[in-house]
C-alpha cells in the first residue's frame, strides 16, 4: 500500500514539474529573444551615444561644449526615470510604429530607451581611462578624428567596454522580467502571473534560478572575455 501511495506521489509531483515546465521553457525563448534584439539595438545606440559625449566635451577631439551639456542634461533625464515608469512612457511609442502595446516586439522599444542611456555614461567612463598621453602621440602624429576614435580610443578601452556591456546585459536581463508585467511576455509574466500571483512557488522558485543561471553565465561570459583580451595585450 506504501508503495502504491508513494508511486501515485510521485506520479503526481513528476506531472506537476512537467505543467511547470511547460510554460517555463517557451518563456525563456520569449525572454531570450527580446535580450538578444535589445542588447543589439542598445548597444549600437549606446556605444554611439557614448562616443559622441566624449568627443564632443570641452576636452575632447571635436569640442562642442552646448551641444554636449544639452546631450548630457538629456541622459540624465532619462536615466532619473525609474526603469518601470520609462516603459510606461515609451510604450506609446510602440503603439505609434507597432500599433499595439502588448508582445515581446512591442516593449523592446520601451527596454531600449530604458537602457540605452546607462550604456552611453558607461561607455563614457570606460573611453575616459584611456591615457591622455596616447591621444597627444596620436594627434601628433597627424591621425584624423575618426582614426582617433577607431584605432586609439575603442582599442585601448576595450576590456573596460566588455565590463560596461556585461552590466548592461544583465540590466537588460532585468528589465526584460519587469516588462513581463506589462505584456511582454517572458519569465517575468510567468514568474507574477502564474507564481507571484497564484501563490504558486513551484513557479516562482524555477523561474527565479532560472533566471539567476543566466545573470551568473552572462557575468562570467562577459569577465572571461575582458580578461582575455587583457591577457593578449599584456602578451603583446
Given at each position: 500500500?506504501n508503495?502504491k501511495?508513494?508511486?501515485?506521489?510521485e506520479?503526481?509531483a513528476a506531472?506537476?514539474?512537467e505543467?511547470?515546465?511547460?510554460?517555463?521553457?517557451?518563456?525563456i525563448?520569449t525572454t531570450?529573444y527580446?535580450l538578444?534584439?535589445?542588447?543589439?539595438?542598445t548597444?549600437?545606440?549606446?556605444?554611439?551615444?557614448?562616443i559622441?559625449l566624449?568627443?564632443?566635451d570641452?576636452?575632447?577631439?571635436?569640442?562642442?561644449?552646448i551641444f554636449?551639456?544639452?546631450l548630457g542634461?538629456?541622459?540624465n533625464?532619462?536615466?532619473?526615470?525609474?526603469?518601470m515608469?520609462?516603459?510606461?512612457?515609451?510604450?506609446?511609442?510602440?503603439r505609434?510604429?507597432?500599433?499595439?502595446?502588448?508582445g515581446?516586439?512591442?516593449?523592446?522599444?520601451a527596454?531600449?530607451g530604458?537602457?540605452?542611456?546607462?550604456?552611453?555614461?558607461?561607455?563614457?567612463g570606460?573611453?575616459?581611462e584611456?591615457?591622455?598621453?596616447k591621444l597627444?602621440?596620436?594627434?601628433?602624429?597627424?591621425a584624423?578624428n575618426?582614426?582617433i576614435?577607431?584605432?586609439?580610443?575603442?582599442?585601448?578601452s576595450l576590456?573596460?567596454?566588455?565590463r560596461?556591456?556585461?552590466?548592461?546585459v544583465i540590466?537588460?536581463?532585468g528589465?526584460t522580467?519587469?516588462a513581463?508585467s506589462?505584456?511582454?511576455?517572458?519569465?517575468?509574466?510567468?514568474a507574477?502571473?502564474f507564481?507571484?500571483?497564484?501563490?504558486?512557488t513551484?513557479?516562482?522558485?524555477p523561474?527565479v534560478?532560472v533566471?539567476?543561471?543566466?545573470?551568473q553565465?552572462?557575468?562570467?561570459?562577459?569577465?572571461?572575455?575582458?580578461?582575455?583580451i587583457?591577457?593578449?595585450?599584456h602578451?603583446?
Amino acid at each position: 500500500m506504501n508503495l502504491k501511495t508513494n508511486s501515485l506521489g510521485e506520479v503526481l509531483a513528476a506531472s506537476a514539474g512537467e505543467e511547470v515546465w511547460s510554460f517555463i521553457w517557451p518563456a525563456i525563448g520569449t525572454t531570450l529573444y527580446m535580450l538578444a534584439v535589445t542588447m543589439i539595438l542598445t548597444f549600437a545606440l549606446g556605444l554611439a551615444l557614448g562616443i559622441v559625449l566624449v568627443v564632443t566635451d570641452k576636452d575632447g577631439i571635436r569640442p562642442l561644449p552646448i551641444f554636449n551639456a544639452v546631450l548630457g542634461t538629456v541622459v540624465n533625464v532619462l536615466r532619473s526615470f525609474p526603469s518601470m515608469i520609462l516603459i510606461i512612457l515609451l510604450l506609446p511609442l510602440s503603439r505609434l510604429v507597432l500599433h499595439k502595446t502588448y508582445g515581446a516586439n512591442a516593449c523592446i522599444l520601451a527596454l531600449v530607451g530604458s537602457c540605452f542611456p546607462m550604456l552611453g555614461r558607461l561607455v563614457e567612463g570606460a573611453i575616459r581611462e584611456v591615457a591622455k598621453g596616447k591621444l597627444e602621440a596620436a594627434k601628433a602624429m597627424g591621425a584624423s578624428n575618426g582614426d582617433i576614435v577607431l584605432k586609439v580610443l575603442l582599442p585601448e578601452s576595450l576590456p573596460s567596454l566588455v565590463r560596461a556591456f556585461t552590466v548592461t546585459v544583465i540590466a537588460i536581463l532585468g528589465t526584460t522580467a519587469l516588462a513581463g508585467s506589462f505584456g511582454a511576455g517572458g519569465l517575468g509574466d510567468v514568474a507574477v502571473r502564474f507564481g507571484y500571483n497564484r501563490f504558486r512557488t513551484d513557479v516562482l522558485i524555477p523561474t527565479v534560478l532560472v533566471l539567476i543561471a543566466m545573470v551568473q553565465a552572462i557575468q562570467a561570459l562577459g569577465g572571461a572575455i575582458a580578461r582575455g583580451i587583457e591577457r593578449k595585450r599584456h602578451l603583446v
